[in-house]
C-alpha cells in the first residue's frame, strides 16, 4: 500500500530493530499500524513512538549503580531472587506441576541459566526447617492458585552437581564424587536417628557420609539415600542431578571415558529408573548422550534439548526481559546493541538471548564484549576440530562469513561418536552454544536436518577465538614464528610473504570469502601469538579498530591491524587497499586507547585481501 510502510522499513527509519518495531505494533503503540496476513503495515507518516518505559525518576543512565547489582555467578537462587536483579522464571515450575514429567532431562549450552534453575526447584519443593515460601510470594508461581502452593515446601530433595568434576584421572573423579554424596549425605543427617530407618540403613548412611564407599556401593547411593528419605519424610524426594555429563567430557578427554560411563548407568539405573523412592527427577547437562545407555531402559525420562519447544523460554532471556532490564537500569537506547551481540539462539521456535553475555553487559557499563567465550573449558573444540576433514572446515570458514548450510543434527550425539564421525561436529556445536538452527525438520531416524548460521556478533569473535585460533593445527611452527616476528617489528614485506604462503599452501577455499573470513583468518592468526591481549571491533579514537594486540607488558610493541577486502584486484590495486587501511588507523586514531595506557611503540598495518593474494603497509 502505498500510504502504508512495512516494519522493515519503519525499523531503517526510526533506527531501531524490526522485532522492536514489530513488539510496538502488537502494544498498539503506533497508532494506525495493521497486520495484514502475518506482517504489519504501518502509516508511512508514523512518528517513532516515545520510550514511556522509563520511570521518571527511577531509572538513571549514568546511575546504574544504585539499582539492584546484576547476580554475575550466582547460581544460588535465595540470593539470586532477594538481593540481586532476578529475571523471574517461576512459571517453569508451574509448567512442570501441570505436566508432571517423572524424570526431565534439560540440556542448554553452559552459562544459561541450568544450575540457577534447579537451585529454584529445590528451593520451592523441598521441605526444610525455614519458611522459604518468602523466595516466592512475590513470583508469578504464587498468583497461581493453591494448586501449585500445595507443592511448596512439601519434598525432601537430593541435590548432586557435577559441574566441578574435572580430573585427570578416574581415581581423582572418584574421589571427587565420594565428596559430593557425602556432602549431600550431611545435609540429611537427620537420618543418623530416624526411628523410621533401620540399622542396615543407618551403617549405608554413615559409609556414604564418611566418604568410605567403593564403586559398587556409591553406584546405589542415589537409591540408598532415596530410600531412607522416603522413610524418614513419609514422601518420596526429589532428585535434582545438575550438569550430569561434566565428568563424561573429562572422562572422554582424559582417557577413563569407559569407567565413568560404566558408573554413571549404575547409578542413575538405581536412582530413576523403577525406583519407587522417587517422586520426580530433574538433570542438566550439555549433551543428552542417551545413546551411551547411560539411560538404558528409562522409559519415564523426557528430554528438553534446545530443539523442544517446551521450557524453551525459561533458560536464557526473551527479548521482553531484555527490553525491561534496559529499561531498569536506564539503557533503552541501548536495545538494538544487545540484539546484535547476545541475541539470535533459538530454543524450540523461541528467540533467545545468552543471559551471561547480557547481565555481564550491564554490569560492565554497556560496553559490548565477548563474554561468553571467558566461561568454561572448551578443550573438546581443539579435540574436535582436529577431526575435520577439508569439507567440513570449509563449512566451518563458510559461517564466519554469514553464510548458512544446512546438516543432519543428533541431539542426542556422543563423544566418541566425534571422532568416529566428525560431520557429527555440527551436532555438538549447536547444542553447545556455537551454532543456531534457522530451520528444523525431522529426517528420517527421528533426528533432524537443520539449517544452521552463527547466531550474533559474540559467538561470531568467540568462534574466531575458540575455533578458528585451531589454525595452528594447519599452521607449520616456523611459519607461525615468522608471522609473529613480522607483526612484532614492523616488517610489512616479511609478514606479507608469511601470510601469502599460509594462504597458497594451507586451505583451498579462498577465493569466494569476504572481509568477514579474513578477520576471523587475522585474529586466529593473532592468537596463536601470546604475550598480548587480543581485542576486536572495538571502539578507540573516532571509531571500532578492526584487531588490537595490547602487549601485557607496556615496553613492548603494540599492533593495530585494520582489514580491507575485495574480489579480482590486481596487484597494483591491492596495495593501494592496503594504504588505504593503514590510513583510516591514522586518521581515526585507533591508537588512542593505547597511547593513554603508556605505549610507546605501536605499529599500525593496513592489510588487505583478494582471493589468495595480500598485501600490507605499516608505519
Known sequence: ??????????????????????????????????????????PIDSEKPLDSRIKSGTYVKNNRHANLPMPIGISDYRLASSEYYYIDKTMMIKDFIDERPMVSLFTRPRRFGKTLNMDMLRTFFEKTNEDTSVYF???????????????????????????????????????????????????????????KCDEFD???????????????????????????????HGIAPIIIIDEYDIPIQQGY??????????????????????????????????????????????????????????????????????????????????????????????????????????????SNECEPRA????????????????????????????LVNGETFTTYIDTGVIYPQIKNNPSTIYSFLLVAGYLKALDVRPSFNGDFMCEVALPNREISLVYHKEILQQLDNIIPQPTAISIQE??????NVKLKTSIQTLLTQSVSSFDAVGENFYHGFMLGLCALLGGSFISSNKESGDGRYDIQLKPKNIKLPGIIIELKAEKGLTEDKLKQMSEVALQQVIDKKYDTEMITEGIKTIYKYGVAFSGKKVEVSVE
Not at 141 to 149: F, V
Not at 288 to 312: C, H, M, P, W
Not at 486 to 491: C, E, K, L, T
Open 371 to 398: 563474554f561468553w567465550q571467558s566461561t568454561g573449558s572448551n578443550d573438546i573444540i581443539g579435540e574436535i576440530i582436529a577431526e575435520a576433514d577439508a569439507e567440513i572446515y570449509k563449512k566451518l570458514l563458510s
Open 137 to 195: 510470594k512475590d513470583k508469578k508461581i504464587w498468583a497461581c492458585g493453591k494448586k501449585y502452593r500445595d507443592h511448596q515446601g512439601k519434598y525432601p530433595v537430593i541435590f548432586i552437581t557435577f559441574k566441578d568434576i574435572k580430573f585427570d584421572s578416574w581415581e581423582k573423579t572418584f574421589d571427587a564424587i565420594k565428596d559430593v554424596f557425602s556432602k549431600e549425605a550431611q545435609r540429611h543427617e537427620a537420618l543418623r536417628k530416624s526411628e
Open 486 to 491: 613480522a607483526i612484532f617489528s614492523g616488517d
Open 1 to 42: 500500500m502505498a500510504d502504508t510502510m512495512s516494519v522493515k522499513e519503519a525499523a531503517r527509519l526510526w533506527n531501531i530493530t524490526e522485532r522492536r518495531v514489530s513488539g510496538l505494533c502488537k502494544e498498539g503503540k503506533i497508532k494506525g499500524a495493521k497486520k495484514q496476513g502475518r506482517s504489519w503495515r504501518i
Open 253 to 362: 578427554m582424559e582417557n577413563y571415558y569407559d569407567k565413568i560411563i560404566l558408573f554413571m548407568r549404575n547409578l542413575f539405573s538405581g536412582g530413576l529408573k523403577d525406583n519407587k523412592h522417587l517422586s520426580y527427577g530433574f538433570l542438566t547437562g550439555i549433551l543428552r548422550v542417551a545413546k551411551e545407555s547411560i539411560f538404558s531402559g528409562l522409559n519415564n525420562l523426557t528430554i528438553n534439548s534446545v530443539l523442544d519447544n517446551k521450557y524453551s523460554t525459561y533458560f536464557g532471556f526473551t527479548y521482553e526481559e531484555v527490553e525491561e532490564m534496559a529499561g531498569y537500569y536506564g539503557a533503552s537506547d541501548k536495545l538494538d546493541e544487545l540484539c546484535e551481540w547476545y541475541d539470535g539462539y533459538r530454543f524450540g521456535k523461541a528467540e533467545i538471548f545468552n543471559p551471561w553475555s547480557v547481565i555481564n553487559y550491564f
Open 202 to 232: 543407618k551403617k549405608t548412611f554413615e559409609k556414604l557420609l564418611s566418604g568410605e564407599v567403593d564403586e559398587v556401593e556409591l553406584s546405589g547411593a542415589l537409591l540408598d539415600l532415596s530410600g531412607m528419605l522416603h522413610k524418614h
